[in-house]
């Protein structure tokens, strides 16, 4: 009898055993596919695998135009508007959520895929990643350094001089902080192409890669309702012709 129960014992082990190395397998298998990674916050580990904002939160076309219609058309001459600096938007990269990371490389661990870490700072600093560029449609290997780092730049959709002759120039320092860390009007993109685009607005500039103009526009056309940003005629009109030619 005695012998009878050790044998159960041991077979119950056994199975716990196993049921413990499967959901263990499991586990690992959803970390590396990224689907719960940054639900445990596994950003270091560079097993996620996918990146880059959602373009769902930007809502349908007829939504966009419906918005652009309701922005306010700048009427104000150039010459009233105070000079720009980026000083007034304070800190670069500061951390505004208080998380304990600069805007810079939380954009960096939202937008690029298989993500390298800096051992010393697991959870923040990003050292290498790949970035499907939405601007160009090329797929970049970034490299933090000295040399390298230039090659992926966190872009403003909305550029902050843009949104300072927009209404931003009425704003006060803490306000105008905050919009400049707006993870919404931030994306990591094509270094060459985000100094190709300068301050541009939409008549002036669009991303080289025509199947991102749409959701470009869609993103500057939240950006500036959100925080009740104008735009000029010849913006409006440029982002209306985008827009009728989206699906």
Not at 9 to 36: D, H, K, N, Y
Not at 72 to 101: I, K
Request: proline content about 4%.
């Amino acid at each position: 009898m005695l012998t009878r129960r050790k044998g159960l014992r041991r077979s119950r082990l056994l199975i716990a055993a196993l049921l413990i190395c499967a959901i263990v397998g499991v586990v690992f298998a959803l970390v590396r596919g990224g689907i719960i990674g940054g639900a445990f916050g596994l950003w270091g580990t560079g097993l996620n695998s996918s990146s880059g904002p959602s373009d769902s939160s930007l809502g349908s076309v007829d939504d966009s135009a419906k918005a652009l219609d309701q922005l306010p058309v700048l009427q104000v001459r150039s010459e009233s508007v105070p000079r720009y600096s980026r000083d007034e938007f304070g800190q670069r990269w500061a951390d505004v959520d208080r998380n304990g990371c600069d805007t810079r490389n939380d954009i960096l661990r939202r937008d690029l895929r298989s993500l390298q870490m800096k051992t010393s700072s697991p959870n923040c600093v990003v050292v290498g990643g790949i970035l499907d560029d939405p601007y160009t449609g090329r797929t970049i290997e970034f490299r933090k350094g000295e040399d390298s780092s230039d090659q992926v730049q966190i872009d403003h959709v909305v550029a902050l001089a843009n949104a300072w002759r927009s209404g931003a120039w009425q704003w006060d320092a803490t306000r105008r902080q905050e919009f400049a860390n707006d993870p919404t009007n931030l994306l990591a993109v094509d270094g060459n192409a985000n100094q190709d685009k300068g301050a541009s607005r939409a008549d002036q500039w669009l991303p080289p890669n025509a199947r991102y103009r749409c959701a470009y526009v869609q993103r500057q056309i939240v950006v500036k309702s959100s925080w009740g940003l104008g735009v000029t005629p010849r913006e409006k009109k440029a982002m209306k012709a985008v827009l009728d030619h989206c699906e």
